[in-house]
Structures are given as C-alpha cells and as structure tokens.
C-alpha cells in the first residue's frame, strides 16, 4: 500500500494566522519530506528527517517549522506567512535505505492560500 | 551538480497517437537513479518507473515505455495510443546514491501532455 495521506486538502489563512499541515504514512518509511511547488514549476524540496532527525533544511524562512513527532508523522507549522508562499505543498516518504529500492511516494499536497 | 532538462514545456497530442516525452540528465555520479512522476490536475505527483544507473535494460509496462541510454544521458518515455486519461504535467527526476539515508531529487522542468478527442 503505497499512500501518503496529507491533511488539510486546502487551507486559506490570513497573513497573522497559526496552522499546521500534517502528513501521515504507514508504509514503514523512514525518511519523510516537505516540497513546495508554485504553479507550472516543479517541486522544491524543504526539509528532510530521515530517522525522526532533521537532515536536510534548503535554507526555508523560520516561518515555516518541520516537526516529526514519530517514523509514520509529518507536521508542517504555518506562522507569519506572505501571500507569496500560497503554493502546493506536498509531503512523500521513502525507505530511507539510499539504495535501488529508494523511491519518494507523494501524498496528494495541500493547496494554500494566504491572504 | 546534477540537472535534469525536460526540452519540451508542453506537447499536444489527439487521442490514439503515440507521444515520446524527453529527458536529458548531467550527473558526475557512477551511481545514480532516474524517476518519472506524473502529475495529474488534482495535484498528486505519482510514481511511474525507477531506474538505475547499472540497469540499461529498456522497460515497457503496458502502453508506457522507457528508453534509458546511458550514452547520451537521456531516459525516454512513450505513451503508445494515448487517452485523454494521460493528460497531465510528467517530470524526470534523478537523485544520487546514498547509502542508508534519504534520497534528494533533482526534477526537470516537467512537460505538459494534453490529449484531445
């Protein structure tokens, strides 16, 4: 069973608004991941935890904070955000092994707004 | 530094024609492994192939196909008899080997493929 669930499938916030993304798998994956993707672009990595460790932050603004409570969960923490980050963001998972079998599986993205 | 380019922004096709979708990749990694994901409207990036760099064997699974040739860095995909199901943005993507940890991909630009009736 290859899925990733992400949760909400939209969200409109105001600029002073707090919320959270989530992102869940129950594919024994070990390595979770955040992308950002802006209309007719491809998707740009975030953040990384491989083994609930932050392992990779692609020099994101503070406003957006990665959190991984366990192996199967993803948070995403919205604060203070621009009506420029009103993206697609897409959350996937991977076995974490780096080898042959090491593909990413993408959950189907929240769409933002931010007004 | 790897790159993937994907020449073609947008391709359109009428339903039944066979459409070859082109990627060109530079990488300095001996080992390395090549993804195609299609995007539908909804938004979800899905998984097609993987391949790996040791792996030249061309692959066809249904009406899609794949033609790696590590000689001219490219990794081909054809639609044979598209339907208008196979509408949607697909991106190449390749990432490096790591060993034990998790993978970074580099995506392509991504080709738009609209099938009409």
């Known amino acids: 069973d290859t899925e990733v669930t992400q949760t909400p499938k939209h969200l409109v916030m105001g600029m002073t608004n707090k919320k959270s993304l989530k992102c869940e798998q129950h594919?024994?994956?070990?390595?979770m991941y955040w992308y950002k993707q802006k209309a007719k672009k491809p998707p740009e990595l975030m953040f990384v935890?491989?083994?609930?460790?932050?392992?990779i932050n692609e020099s994101v603004p503070s406003r957006f904070s990665p959190e991984c409570p366990n192996s199967s969960l993803l948070n995403l923490h919205l604060h203070a955000l621009q009506p420029e980050d009103s993206a697609l963001y897409l959350c996937?998972?991977?076995?974490?092994?780096?080898?042959?079998?090491?593909?990413?599986?993408f959950g189907p993205g929240t769409r933002l707004l931010v007004l | 530094a790897q790159k993937v380019t994907q020449a073609q922004t947008e391709i359109s096709v009428v339903e039944k024609e066979d459409v070859t979708l082109d990627c060109v990749y530079e990488?300095?990694?001996?080992?390395?492994?090549l993804f195609w994901y299609k995007q539908p409207p909804s938004g979800e990036l899905v998984f097609l192939i993987r391949?790996?760099?040791?792996?030249?064997q061309n692959e066809i699974s249904g009406r899609y196909s794949w033609n790696f040739q590590k000689s001219t860095s490219s990794f081909n995909f054809t639609i044979t008899a598209s339907q208008v199901v196979d509408s949607a943005v697909y991106f190449c993507?390749?990432?490096?080997?790591?060993?034990?940890?998790?993978?970074?991909?580099?995506f392509g630009t991504g080709t738009r493929l609209q099938v009409t009736l």
């Open positions: 996937a998972s991977s076995h974490a092994t780096g080898g042959f079998q090491e593909t990413q599986y």
């Open positions: 594919m024994g994956h070990r390595a």
């Open positions: 935890y491989s083994y609930e460790k932050l392992s």
């Open positions: 990488t300095r990694d001996t080992t390395y492994y």
């Open positions: 391949r790996n760099s040791f792996d030249e």
């Open positions: 993507a390749l990432s490096e080997a790591r060993a034990g940890t998790a993978s970074k991909l580099t």
